[in-house]
């Protein structure tokens, strides 16, 4: 193999870290003394300090009042040490104020003495520490700490509000020295950005090498995010001369630290990889073996370096992919973490297509981890629309333990970049698939073209040139031409693998817009609903409503009312899919009737229920309680909306529940419940309870009629939800 110019393929691959001798470096500014501020107020993400503080509520504690004598009992075994220690933090939280409001001495002093030390901390991962935290702050910030500091992994994360001198130290340190911890260094550095800047300027002038290079880490990670001159700034309280250091600091040249050459495991054969070529040609074996030395490093290379490589090679994600599948023939040895994080550093939309799959596969085969790995390491990495779509997939289906709640946080950290509602990502990440602007997709074998269409369920059909509709594209013949009709034959396979990916998807989005009452505004609903090529299909066969009054979307995009009149859109409506609850659906029956639409799901054709009057002053549907289902019954539900309930520690789903509402639930309690891993171990059910509730812990499902006082009467909710709900549970019995 002819060796590659130097200058044709990136300097990273030419000259590794691990290849670089330990450079000189000119003598760091040193300023003694300098003393950083004092604690900073905690920083919280949007919504993030309800989250934690509902952490607590995974407990095992029943919802009494606060006036219930339960919790003077409670008192009692918290004082006597009767109550472990992990639980002694929840109820600091969720208890009331008369009960638990002078106990956290106590409870901080239990933390250093003898008979308690090390067992204590073991009790308290992140779900007892984050309430604590966001309940008490800076009063349990030395407890969140030395948590923290004993296990970065599992409760490095209770650390990210505070701002302080220790922490901030304690960040930088993991952001450089530490593997598992790195990210939560990240993302404290760059939560508090340039405020974080006067804790680190201290060590990164100082004179003691290794705290140094870590504030000086810190500090070139915000000036990525901020701005170098927005750093020296921040520095500048601790007068011109740091900040003038500072400055030097991050325009010098990093100086190499030297990195031993990586060992290539011996079940990659790098001989039998597809090489990634550049354009002077294919990559050399030495630059080959470079490349995976680089993926195989525990720091990612910096993002720079990264974009060069993909500007400069092609092939990269086969080569990933490859890797990948060497590492999956030879049973997915342990110690290979960098396998599935090369896939996001190099993947594209098709590594996307390959690597989705493998969440269920994982799941499936309790390899939960390795789920979760996938979600965050590669889809999310990725991040492309195509990316986003899988991970907004994986929110809307089945997935059970952490992969669903993975991809979910991945997609509101996307949101939140944007300014977006998850609805409104969601919009923004439908593909278009290729279509034509029309909705269509013309093929060209040569002397023959079709075109494709979309049906109710969003299946493709194809129309010849004579209009003769067939459900599927003929197989190139001799007398078409031998370049265009296979390559239209295969772009026609693709789009139907794509589009059988999203169809159902984009119906049930639909089907839920309506019955949550989603609105889109008049420059939303034309972008990605009315002009949209796939959403198009499915648009045109609903009613929708800006208001009091009901249209549709004609053939051409226009909107016309039912008595087919053209129907002005207000400039500044918001606009719904309509509920049957809420216009005449017979008279619409009859025009989508007259005009042969078929619906992508009941509309005008849905069942609609009402409350009785009792039922309008209570919180429990008496009506269904009692009765008799299956467990066939009770897996439909699941898959429409519905949701089981968390497995308690028998291994048993106590019910399902549905959200009504923003942290209000509809919970069914079943008995004897579903066997998690074994749904048919019981082929009946009894329906114990239906109930409006506004928290799903085990202490409701534990607890014999329990009643939530804090939730709605069933007559407060909106009329369509409990309409929908109604109907539901009507199909239990």
């Not at 004993?150 to 340190?173: F, H, I, K, S, T």
């Not at 993002?303 to 999956?328: K, N, V, Y």
Request: contains cysteine; proline residues 7%.
């Amino acid at each position: 193999m002819v060796d590659l110019p130097h200058s044709a393929v990136p300097g990273v691959l030419v000259d590794p870290p691990w290849s670089k001798a330990a450079k000189s470096e000119t003598t760091p500014v040193v300023i003694s003394g300098l003393t950083p501020p004092g604690p900073g107020a905690l920083t919280w993400a949007e919504g993030e300090l309800e989250e934690w503080i509902k952490k607590a509520r995974l407990g095992v504690f029943v919802h009494y009042p606060d006036d219930d004598p339960f919790w003077d009992h409670a008192r009692s075994r918290f004082l006597s040490g009767e109550t472990d220690y992990g639980h002694q933090a929840v109820e600091l939280v969720i208890g009331p104020e008369r009960a638990f409001g002078d106990l956290l001495p106590l409870f901080l002093e239990r933390a250093d003495e003898s008979s308690w030390r090390g067992i204590n901390l073991h009790l308290l991962d992140d779900y007892r520490l984050m309430p604590l935290v966001a309940r008490y702050g800076v009063r349990v910030r030395e407890l969140a700490l030395r948590a923290a500091r004993r296990r970065p992994v599992d409760n490095g994360e209770v650390l990210l509000p505070y701002l302080d001198v220790e922490v901030a130290q304690l960040m930088a340190d993991w952001l450089v020295r530490l593997k598992s911890a790195r990210d939560v260094g990240r993302r404290w550095l760059l939560r508090h950005g340039v405020n974080a800047v006067p804790y680190l300027v201290p060590d990164a002038v100082g004179g003691r090498r290794a705290a140094r290079d870590k504030a000086a880490a810190g500090l070139r990670l915000i000036a990525q995010e901020h701005g170098r001159d927005a750093v020296v700034q921040a520095a500048g309280v601790h007068g011109d001369q740091a900040a003038d250091a500072v400055a030097e600091l991050l325009d010098a040249e990093v100086a190499a630290v030297p990195v031993k050459a990586p060992k290539i495991p011996t079940w990659l054969e790098v001989a039998a990889l597809p090489r990634p070529v550049t354009a002077a040609g294919e990559l050399d074996d030495v630059l080959v073996h470079n490349l995976i030395g680089l993926l195989m490093l525990a720091q990612e290379p910096p993002m720079p370096e990264r974009e060069a490589l993909r500007a400069a090679c092609t092939g990269l994600a086969e080569f990933a992919w490859a890797i990948f599948e060497a590492w999956q023939s030879a049973g997915e040895p342990n110690g290979n973490a960098w396998v599935l994080t090369q896939l996001g550093q190099l993947g594209d939309d098709d590594t996307v297509r390959r690597a989705a799959p493998l969440v269920r596969h994982y799941i499936a085969t309790r390899k939960h981890l390795k789920a979760a790995r996938v979600v965050d390491d590669v889809l999310a990495r990725i991040g492309t629309d195509a990316a986003l779509v899988q991970l907004n997939l994986m929110t809307r289906r089945s997935f059970p333990g952490g992969a669903r709640e993975d991809a979910r946080l991945a997609l509101v950290e996307a949101a939140r970049r944007r300014g977006l509602t998850d609805d409104q990502l969601a919009d923004r990440l439908v593909p278009d698939l290729g279509l034509d602007a029309d909705g269509t997709l013309l093929l060209d074998y040569g002397p023959r073209r079709f075109v494709v269409g979309f049906d109710e369920q969003l299946k493709p059909f194809v129309t010849d040139e004579d209009g003769r509709q067939r459900k599927t594209l003929p197989k190139p013949g001799v007398q078409d031409d031998r370049g265009l009709a296979p390559d239209a034959h295969r772009r026609f396979t693709a789009m139907k693998k794509d589009v059988r990916a999203v169809a159902a998807d984009q119906i049930v989005r639909l089907e839920t817009a309506m019955v949550t009452g989603r609105r889109w505004t008049a420059e939303d609903f034309r972008t990605f609903v009315v002009t949209h090529p796939l959403i198009r299909h499915l648009a045109r066969r609903l009613v929708w409503t800006a208001g009091t009054e009901p249209f549709r979307i004609a053939e051409d995009g226009t909107f016309a009312t039912v008595e087919d009149e053209a129907y002005v859109l207000p400039s500044d409506a918001l606009i719904g899919i309509a509920h049957p609850l809420r216009f005449d659906a017979q008279t619409w029956s009859q025009v989508f009737a007259d005009y042969e639409i078929l619906q992508p799901f009941p509309q005008l054709t849905r069942p609609v229920a009402v409350l009785d009057e009792d039922a309008h002053r209570a919180r429990r549907l008496a009506r269904f309680e009692g009765a008799t289902t299956s467990f066939g019954a009770v897996l439909r539900l699941a898959r429409q909306g519905w949701e089981r309930a968390y497995p308690l520690d028998s291994g048993v789903e106590p019910g399902i529940f549905r959200p009504v509402g923003d942290r209000l639930y509809i919970a069914v309690e079943l008995d004897p419940g579903i066997v998690a891993g074994e749904p048919d171990s019981f082929p009946e059910h009894t329906i114990r309870r239906v109930q409006v509730v506004t928290d799903l812990g085990s202490w409701w499902w534990d607890t014999l009629e329990a009643e939530d006082p804090d939730a709605p009467l069933l007559g407060d909710l909106d009329p369509v939800i409990v309409s929908e709900v109604l109907v539901d549970l009507a199909t239990l019995s």
